[in-house]
């Protein structure tokens, strides 16, 4: 806890000494949590550093706040061109936001960040995006008693109150659902499939064509979300990102696409939980870097994957083809994922409001189990 003579202070991260010390902080302030899972430090600087296309279209500052020589907390703000010019709405972003339970701390770091993107010229802010909506998103308020999946966040209980207390309210809450890959597939689900037989075809990735592969599933994702709360879409150097990723850590058929009359019509990707083999690491795969990962891959698959991406393009959405469409992707991948050995999935995140998803979840016995709140607050 904060003594009175230790003076509450707040740095601007500039500078490779602060940026290691913002990236360790919350090894520190979740010490005593047996469900945190320390992110590797090296993916941390790619990360927060110019190699990350999210900044290619956005910039941002973060700062750490200290008590005395302590750091207690940390927070980012960003400003992402692409949202502004898709929404019209001066809206910037906080995130990357962890902290001891301390209305001060919270207190300074807000308002480091909300001045910040008030001279940017912001009139709202929303979050937390960690650093974008197509990254980690929404302050983790139900579900602490269970570790976060590959890409999702953690928190700490009293954060939202804290946010709260900072003159912030409720924008989106986006769900997590735990699925069993051995649901039993409803009849009306079954009736639907057989009569779309003739025209859907449902394929896996193929890696000998990998660029032209990605743009297909870059452009299905950036047409089915693209009426969804805050998208933005993602850009072509951020969807290679994504692939480098998927080219090293997943078997082609993790990756299933729909074609409807020869038309590439929805998509789903399954990523395998990484947090699973790198929880005892402590952040650091070095000596051996990415290697000792793939190593922990052959010699100890993790038994949980997450779907991070699946989307079925708006046109097909409003059709009884569309739920269908989704389904079939999905039950395609149960297969081979089961194969592999896992045997929990999530699928997240879900749009709180996005009814029929999560109707279509729910009748393959997922059940929610993890709420992550998005916030907003006028500037």
């Known amino acids: 806890m904060p003594h009175d003579k230790d003076e509450l202070t707040v740095r601007a991260v500039n500078g490779r000494a602060l940026l290691n010390a913002f990236i360790r902080l919350p090894g520190t302030l979740y010490r005593d949590d047996p469900n945190w899972v320390t992110p590797l430090f090296i993916e941390q600087k790619e990360r927060f550093s110019d190699k990350n296309p999210f900044f290619q279209h956005a910039r941002w500052q973060a700062w750490i706040a200290y008590r005395g020589a302590r750091p207690v ?175 090293m850590l997943l078997d082609d058929d993790f990756v299933q696409i729909a074609e409807v009359d020869g038309e590439a019509a929805a998509m789903l990707v399954v990523l395998p939980n990484i947090n699973e083999i790198i929880a005892d690491l402590d952040g650091r795969l070095l000596p051996f870097g990415w290697l000792k990962l793939l190593w922990r891959l052959k010699v100890r698959y993790p038994t949980s994957a997450r779907i991070p991406l699946m989307g079925v393009r708006k046109k097909y959405q409003r059709s009884r083809l569309g739920p269908t469409l989704a389904f079939m992707v999905t039950d395609a991948a149960v297969q081979p994922v089961m194969q592999r050995g896992i045997r929990e999935m999530e699928m997240s995140w879900i749009l709180e409001d996005n009814a029929s998803m999560r109707s279509i979840i729910e009748s393959l016995s997922g059940v929610a189990y993890k709420t992550y709140r998005l916030y907003e607050k006028a500037l």
């Open 73 to 247: 907390g940390r927070i980012s703000a960003q400003i992402d061109d692409l949202h502004l010019e898709y929404h019209k709405d001066q809206t910037g972003y906080f995130g990357c936001l962890e902290a001891e339970n301390d209305p001060e701390v919270f207190d300074i770091l807000f308002r480091s960040a909300e001045n910040w993107l008030k001279a940017e010229g912001m009139q709202r802010v929303t979050g937390p995006f960690n650093l974008s909506i197509n990254e980690e998103c929404g302050l983790l308020i139900d579900g602490f008693d269970t570790p976060p999946c590959i890409m999702m966040g953690h928190g700490r209980p009293y954060y939202g109150q804290q946010v709260e207390a900072q003159g912030y309210i409720k924008a989106k809450d986006l769900l997590a659902y735990h699925c069993p890959p051995n649901y039993e597939t409803p009849k009306v689900m079954q009736r639907l499939v057989q009569k779309v037989s003739d025209r859907v075809h449902i394929r896996t990735l193929r890696r000998k064509d990998l660029a032209s592969e990605l743009r297909l599933l870059r452009d299905i994702f950036n047409d089915a979300w693209s009426e969804n709360w805050g998208f933005v879409p993602m850009t072509e150097a951020e969807f290679d990102e994504i692939g480098k990723v998927m080219t």
